[in-house]
């Protein structure tokens, strides 16, 4: 069965210092977002991704982050300057076009020490 | 408006107990309201999922109640085992083409002992 799937599955880092969280999404695909979940607390939208450009973003995704997609596989979350509060689960999904059903991967645990 | 209250925020049921989990959201344009299932260090995955034009929904031990009124659903876990023991989150979501995020509730830790 096709899954999403995320890499690397820990990242620790240090206060400031970029990270780039990839995932690689289900291939006839056509939607993408990136969730965060804070240990212990609900999943919350972070951005929605489709025909190369960002569709939605929240509060949350401020200037720090990024998304890409760089070739038609991969699709990365960059945090340029990470803060104590990025320390998350990070989940990608995808969505395929005429579909409910948005499939998560396994999740990045992000570290920010 | 955006959110989605869930309750209760964790539960103990015995094997072959019924739990039932609650979530009422505010806005009206919400029109697909799955419920995902979470084992710890792994992704939510959909367990079942409901539109507003019907009123319940069954799917094997899983049972979806609707109340568009009241705009409120509960998942119940019927015949409840061990291995139902997981964290569920209910979810809502406007349909709007090239971007259908999903608004979590807050998610509820269900513990099945036998």
């Known amino acids: 069965e096709p899954e999403v799937t995320q890499t690397p599955s820990h990242q620790v880092t240090q206060m400031g210092q970029e990270v780039i969280l990839r995932c690689v999404p289900i291939?006839?695909?056509?939607?993408f977002y990136w969730y965060r979940q804070i240990l212990g607390q609900k999943v919350e939208f972070l951005v929605s991704?489709?025909?190369?450009?960002?569709?939605?973003k929240s509060e949350i995704f401020d200037d720090q982050f990024s998304v890409e997609r760089p070739d038609g596989s991969n699709f990365t979350l960059k945090i340029r300057s990470t803060k104590l509060e990025d320390s998350a689960m990070y989940f990608c999904?995808?969505?395929?076009?005429?579909?409910?059903?948005?499939?998560f991967g396994p999740g990045t645990r992000l570290t920010v020490l | 408006q955006q959110q989605v209250k869930q309750s209760p925020q964790s539960l103990i049921v015995q094997k072959g107990g019924i739990p039932i989990i609650n979530c009422a959201y505010e806005?009206?344009?919400?029109?697909?309201f799955p419920w995902y299932q979470q084992f710890p260090g792994k992704g939510p995955a959909l367990l079942i999922a409901?539109?507003?034009?019907?009123s319940e929904k069954k799917e094997g031990r899983f049972t979806i109640s609707f109340n568009k009124s009241a705009k409120q659903f509960s998942l119940h876990i019927m015949d409840s085992q061990p291995g139902d023991s997981a964290t569920y989150f209910c979810?809502?979501?406007?349909?709007?083409?090239?971007?259908?995020?999903?608004?979590f509730g807050t998610g509820t830790r269900l513990t099945i002992i036998p």
């Open positions: 999904a995808s969505l395929e076009s005429n579909s409910d059903e948005q499939f």
């Open positions: 291939s006839n695909h056509l939607y």
């Open positions: 991704f489709y025909n190369n450009e960002i569709s939605e």
């Open positions: 806005n009206t344009a919400f029109d697909y």
């Open positions: 409901i539109r507003p034009d019907v």
């Open positions: 979810a809502a979501r406007k349909s709007n083409f090239g971007n259908e995020k999903l608004t």
